[in-house]
């Protein structure tokens, strides 16, 4: 069965520094999102992506935050300027239609130190 | 702002004991998902609710959906210790065309053997 990869599964680095996750969504699929969970609790929505733009982003998602698709099969979701509180495990998700399951993939934990 | 809430957070049930969880949403939606996630993985597509009255089963899980009060509920039958994990609910909402699916707070189970 298709699957959403994300790479890395666990990312260090250091306050004010950049990273960028990558995600490798369902190739049929057309809506892409990122969510991100701090230490298991709520899964919060942080951002949709529909035919090679936004389509939604909530309060968490500010100048900080950016999102592309640099070529058919990548989806990445960059932090510029990384803080402490951004640890959190990140979610990339995709769908192939509105108003259906999202697949998730395995997360990249990003610890800012 | 969309809302979705579940109760209980915690839940700590004795093998073969029944029990249900709760999620309140807080718009209009006809639409909603559970997912399961076990510690430190992804969230795995349980049921899909399209519609009032819908009911799905799986197992000793079944879901359902009450859109008039904006309420669906899993209910767990003769629970086993395979079925500990948290569970989420979510809504999704579509403003012009584009989507955004709201997770609750989540209901962390644990079956006691």
């Known amino acids: 069965e298709p699957e959403v990869t994300q790479t890395p599964s666990h990312q260090v680095t250091q306050m004010g520094q950049e990273v960028i996750l990558r995600c490798v969504p369902i190739s049929n699929h057309l809506y892409f999102y990122w969510y991100r969970q701090i230490l298991g609790q709520k899964v919060e929505f942080l951002v949709s992506f529909y035919n090679n733009e936004i389509s939604e982003k909530s309060e968490i998602f500010d100048d900080q935050f950016s999102v592309e698709r640099p070529d058919g099969s990548n989806f990445t979701l960059k932090i510029r300027s990384t803080k402490l509180e951004d640890s959190a495990m990140y979610f990339c998700a995709s769908n192939r239609e509105g108003s259906s399951p999202l697949h998730f993939g395995n997360g990249t934990r990003l610890t800012v130190t | 702002e969309l809302k979705v809430e579940q109760n209980p957070l915690f839940l700590s049930m004795q093998e073969e004991k029944n029990y249900t969880i709760y999620c309140n949403y807080s718009?209009?939606?006809?639409?909603l998902y559970w997912y399961r996630q076990d510690p430190g993985k992804s969230l795995e597509s349980l049921f899909v609710?399209?519609?009032?009255?819908a009911v799905k089963q799986e197992g000793r899980l079944m879901a359902s959906l009450d859109t008039k009060a904006r309420l669906s509920t899993l209910h767990i039958t003769a629970a086993v210790h395979d079925l500990s994990a948290t569970y989420f609910c979510a809504v999704d909402t579509v403003t012009s065309g584009t989507y955004k699916y709201i997770f609750g707070t989540g209901t962390r189970l644990k079956v006691l053997a």
């Open positions: 718009t209009t939606s006809d639409r």
């Open positions: 609710l399209l519609s009032n009255g």
